[in-house]
């Protein structure tokens, strides 16, 4: 069986986390969220390994977001446990002690543009595009836009969760959300590059100043998280997310 997280280790430390999807777009499934967070939390607990870069498969996306095929056929009951399996992949990212840099590739969108902005460092390349497009898949945007509120201004992350709509490359490293821009073929390079770089900075120093913003993170976590929660109940309850993406399945196909 093929993973759908690859781990591989160079001499170096570093630790390339491979989301391994790359036929649904490297979409989060339920599998891939669970085996995403037993990756990073490996990862935390081997000495040997000094940092940390997420990726995805196939050149296409680094991830299309969940997976869509999963969600149109959500029970309401079992939103709450689904929801909670995605965001887990949020705290995993932030609770590693260790440096995680985001090598980007093509598509980023809703969860995968999550996992993006929770890590410590992006590195991008011309032809990425991401974004927060939950609403027009019929969902709410409260956890997305709750990331955003640590990168954006109040305006900025209206538009993106009203409209849904994708950030080029250039708007994304205008915005300061990308920390290096190389061609596609130096993504991961220049990724485990940066994460070097942190990795050799003072143990303790590093790993206190990520605390510090692990702590700025999580202080609104629960709440949006319960209103995300909430939300994606009421939508589902409604049918709402089902028949869009049913229609978009349809067309897929």
């Not at 969220?33 to 940092?51: F, H, I, P, V, W």
């Not at 705290?91 to 590739?105: E, Y």
């Not at 950030?167 to 205008?174: G, I, L, Y």
Request: proline share 3%.
């Amino acid at each position: 069986m093929t993973e759908v997280v690859r781990i591989e280790r160079d001499d170096g430390g570093i630790a390339v986390l491979t989301l391994n999807r790359p036929q649904a777009l490297n979409a989060v499934s339920i599998e891939l969220a669970e085996s995403l967070t037993a990756a990073l939390e490996e990862c935390g607990r081997d000495d040997a390994t000094r940092a940390i870069v997420l990726t995805g498969a196939g050149g296409r996306a680094f991830s299309a977001g969940v997976d869509l095929r999963e969600a149109s056929t959500m029970e309401v009951a079992r939103i709450e446990e689904w929801f909670g399996t995605v965001c887990r992949t949020y705290t995993g990212i932030l609770a590693v002690d260790k440096p995680v840099v985001a090598a980007l590739n093509g598509l980023a969108a809703g969860a995968g543009f999550q996992i993006a902005l929770v890590s410590d460092l992006r590195v991008g390349h011309p032809g990425i595009r991401m974004g927060q497009p939950e609403i027009n898949a019929g969902l709410p945007s409260i956890m997305g836009s709750y990331w955003m509120t640590l990168h954006l201004g109040w305006a900025k992350n209206q538009e993106l969760s009203y409209t849904g709509r994708f950030m080029d490359c250039d708007e994304c490293e205008r915005l300061g959300l990308l920390a290096a821009v190389v061609e596609a073929d130096r993504g991961i390079a220049r990724a485990k590059e940066l994460a070097g770089e942190l990795a050799a900075k003072a143990p303790l120093a590093f790993r206190r100043t990520k605390a510090r913003f692990r702590e700025l993170a999580m202080r609104g976590f629960e709440e949006a998280f319960r209103a995300g929660t909430l939300g994606q109940q009421a939508a589902f309850a409604r049918g709402e997310p089902q028949a869009i993406m049913a229609k978009f399945l349809r067309r897929r196909s």
